[in-house]
């Protein structure tokens, strides 16, 4: 059995249910109250632990935010590195993007990211987390057997995939939206795999 196949643990799962806990309280009070009326000390109250434990979990008030994002990164990775001999990297990313926007844009995550947009301070955290990704993604594809690119290419794709996530969550039409940018993706991907070799 493998160290990932391995059941979870008591501490493991205790801190887990913590950070859930800290993050569901802060999310409560930042949609009732909104972001900037809600304090540190409140949301460590409200989630019944000490400062000091949430920040244990979480480096800044803007991270409480984004916990549910927190498999984005190995979402999309994966979508590159799991990739099946042959199948297109632009269709995997597309169908990836397209569930995460999914999920955007339904339930309660719609009001966390209207608060997101209303805070300068969430929307400036925003970006950092999507350059991130976009860089983890670009790794992906750059280091990924079979994928002969170069490192301008794989930034271009991961950036303009990243970007197609943005600009899709945002549109009143959001799968029309990230069809049509990745229309250009894939035209941008057969552009920079030919100039591999030309």
Known sequence: MSVADQPIGRRERKKAATRRAIADAALHLFLERGYSNVGIRE????????????????????ALVFEQAANFESRLVAAVTDLAEGASLVRALHDEIAALVQHCTAGDATGIWRMVEQSSELSAYAHVLELRYAHALSDAIRTTPDMDVSVDVADAIARFAMAAFTLARQSPTPQATLDECFRMIDAAWMVGQRSQYT
């Open 43 to 62: 949301i460590a109250t409200e989630a019944d632990v000490a400062v000091t434990t949430l920040f244990a979990h979480f480096p800044s008030k803007e």
